[in-house]
């Protein structure tokens, strides 16, 4: 279970509205003290294709109602699955964490694993195929999506005095949590 504070906190991208919108619509919570590994990643997913401007708030809202569901089970499989990890590493063996991705089809689509079906984001129809073959895919693992949200937002907050700016110049809140979105790995495995 995760903060909520933290959770949201690192959701610069979300509006309040949509904020509250993903709280009171698409998780169906009221108030809630702390969030699920899978509620987590339904915000974080939001905020990352905010993030992206690769889809517009009315579309990013369509995805997160048509997969909620998978993606709250995918995160109750990895929270499972990183308790597993942190025990077998106390003995010195390995195990891996599940995978799940999210995609988006020529912009025209949506998928994710562990559904059978494409979200047709103009309609908000699902099909179980699509015509013809996407030209572009955009893939979010939502592992890493999630990983890299939950170091964010486990960091610790740091308050500055009489300004708007931290010391290396992120951006903070009226709440004083510093706000840096996860930077975007290239090929190369350097951030870009």
């Known amino acids: 279970m995760l903060p ?13 509205l949509m904020k509250n919108t993903i709280r009171a619509k698409i998780l169906m919570v009221e108030a809630p003290a702390q969030y699920s590994v899978g509620q987590a990643l339904v915000f974080w997913l939001a905020e990352q294709l905010t ?7 009315e579309k990013i809202r369509l ?8 993606i709250q089970i995918f995160g109750d499989k990895l929270e499972a699955a990183m308790d597993e990890v942190q025990a077998c590493r106390s003995v010195g063996q390995m195990k891996k964490l599940p995978a799940c991705k999210f995609g ?61 700016e931290g010391n290396d110049g992120q951006r903070q809140s009226r709440d004083g949590v510093s706000h840096r979105p996860p930077q975007r790995q290239h090929a190369g495995g350097h951030p870009g």
């Open 4 to 16: 909520v504070d933290r959770v949201e906190g690192v959701c610069i991208n979300l509006t309040p």
């Open 63 to 70: 995805v997160l109602e048509e997969f909620n569901l998978t």
């Open 104 to 164: 988006l089809l020529d912009m025209k689509e949506a998928c994710i694993d562990g559904q059978a079906t494409f979200l047709d984001l103009e309609t908000g129809e699902s099909f179980p195929s699509i015509d013809k073959m996407p030209l572009r895919a955009l893939v979010y693992n939502l592992t890493t999506l999630f990983m890299r949200y939950r170091t964010q937002a486990s960091r610790p907050v740091s308050v500055p005095q009489n300004t708007n």
């Open 51 to 57: 993030a992206d401007r690769v889809l517009s708030t």
